[in-house]
C-alpha cells in the first residue's frame, strides 16, 4: 500500500468517525425529555423552559404555595409574566402530574 493510499484511508476512517459520533450526539440531543410538572418542579427546572427566567420561575412556585397545585396546565396562565404566546411555546413540554388537557 502506498503512503498515498495508507493517508487516503486515513482520512476516510477519520471522517467515519466525526460522522458516528455526531449522530449519536444528535440523536441524544432529540430525544424526548419527559415534561416538567408545574406542581413540584423546582426553580432550576423551571428556568429551563423556554421564556422562563428567574423571576418568573420565582412567581410559579409562589403562585403555588399560595394557591395551592395548579388544577391544569392552561392555569399557568394566571401566574404575572406567562402570557398566551410564553404558553403555547412551553404547553408541550409541562404537565400537572395527570392527564393535563388544556381544557
Not at 56 to 83: C, P, T, W
Not at 85 to 97: C, M, N, R, S, Y
Amino acid at each position: 500500500m502506498t503512503t498515498m493510499k495508507k493517508k487516503g484511508l486515513a482520512l476516510g476512517l477519520a471522517a467515519a468517525l466525526v460522522i458516528l459520533s455526531l449522530s449519536g450526539a444528535y440523536a441524544q440531543t432529540n430525544a424526548p425529555k419527559a415534561k416538567i410538572n408545574i406542581n413540584t418542579a423546582t426553580q432550576a427546572e423551571l428556568e429551563s423552559l423556554p421564556r422562563i427566567g428567574p423571576k418568573v420561575a420565582q412567581r410559579i412556585i409562589e403562585y403555588r404555595a399560595q394557591n395551592g397545585n395548579f388544577k391544569k396546565i392552561d392555569d399557568l396562565m394566571k401566574v404575572k409574566g406567562i402570557g398566551e404566546k410564553i404558553f403555547a411555546q412551553i404547553k408541550e413540554l409541562i404537565t400537572v402530574g395527570q392527564d393535563n388537557q388544556v381544557k
